[in-house]
């Protein structure tokens, strides 16, 4: 099993995003890692891009820092993709996603194509979160 932690201890520099029109599983595991990191690694630089999504989530902690602009020429050490299938799906994210020295996609997708340098899917998981938990 990966551990994210194997990442994220060779990094300076995160960027996170999950699919376009983002879902509850995607907005929640997206703010999960992102959460982690800030409480784990505070010296890591980490943003989390995604596009506008229902009010009803923003009780979740840090939902305010999501960032909904994708424009930013900032070269990551690493881009975490979560549950996302395809490259086409983080929309706005994908020039920064190929900007990056490292990609990562976590996901629960049986048609994920293995679009990351490294890719973490179980397609017997029930959502991206129960992958990344």
Do not use: W
């Not at 881009?79 to 490292?102: E, M, P, Q, S, Y």
């Amino acid at each position: 099993m990966m551990k994210v932690d194997n990442y994220l201890k060779k990094v300076n520099s995160v960027a996170i995003t999950g699919h376009i029109k983002p879902d509850g599983d995607c907005i929640g595991s997206c703010l999960a890692l992102y959460n982690y990191i800030l409480f784990n690694y505070p010296e890591i630089n980490v943003k989390l891009y995604l596009e506008e999504f229902s009010q009803k989530y923003m009780f979740l902690p840090n939902s305010d820092k999501v960032i909904h602009d994708y424009q930013t020429d900032e070269v990551f050490d690493l881009f975490i993709v979560l549950d996302t299938g395809n490259l086409a799906r983080i929309g706005g994210a994908v020039r920064t996603f190929h900007n990056a020295k490292a990609t990562l996609s976590i996901d629960h997708h049986v048609s994920n194509e293995n679009y990351s340098k490294d890719n973490v899917i179980y397609p017997d998981a029930s959502s991206a979160s129960e992958v990344l938990y």
